[in-house]
């Protein structure tokens, strides 16, 4: 392949992961063409690529970038996926799709500059929590004490007015109520 050509395939890639944080490597070689488009078509629902890349290209492309951390697992015919979605996200159905589909091989991840080797580096990488889910338990775990508090503070009002309603219920009834002698 001359140089030209070489330069602008770097081109088209560092175009078309720009903004990619970042992805899974997968193999998909020995699996059926049907199973393949399957695969895409399943992963393009979610607003998710599958790009075959060539190593070397794909390397020079990504450096600087955050997946520059793909680099180890960019070895022999590897596809990428990546989207919009969260990388874990992605993990997730990955994983899924891999226990029925056995030619599917996970070769690795990285998000935020952090490698994920392997099958069991994605698998990890998939039960971490997705960006919108550590906000939501970070805003929780925040919220708690206040909640608490709030909690304490109101209880005996709560009581109170209980206490009062519970009078008010027996006079409407017509009932006596007695002051009890301490």
């Known amino acids: 392949m001359s140089k030209p050509i070489k330069n602008m395939i ?9 903004g990619v944080e970042g992805a899974v490597l997968i193999e998909i070689r020995g699996m059926p063409t049907k199973t393949t488009t399957q695969l895409r078509a399943q992963m393009r629902t979610s607003d998710v690529r599958v790009t075959v890349v060539k190593n070397t290209l794909a390397k020079r492309a990504f450096k600087g970038t955050p997946l520059e951390a793909l680099a180890p697992g960019l070895k ?4 990428i996926v990546y989207g919009k979605t969260s990388v874990v996200t992605i993990a997730r159905e990955l994983v899924k799709s891999a226990k029925t589909n056995d030619k599917l091989a996970l070769m690795g991840a990285c998000i935020d500059g952090s490698w994920f080797d392997g099958d069991e580096g994605v698998t990890r990488l998939s039960k971490f929590p997705t960006r919108e889910e550590a906000q939501s338990q970070l805003i929780t775990l925040v919220l708690s004490p206040a909640r608490k508090l709030v909690g304490t503070v109101v209880a005996p009002g ?5 206490v009062v309603k519970e009078i008010q219920t027996r006079l409407e009834k017509g009932e006596k109520i007695a002051a009890k002698a301490s």
């Open 158 to 162: 709560s009581r109170l007015l209980g």
């Open 76 to 79: 022999g015919p590897r596809a």
């Open 10 to 18: 770097v081109s088209e890639y560092k175009k078309r992961f720009d």
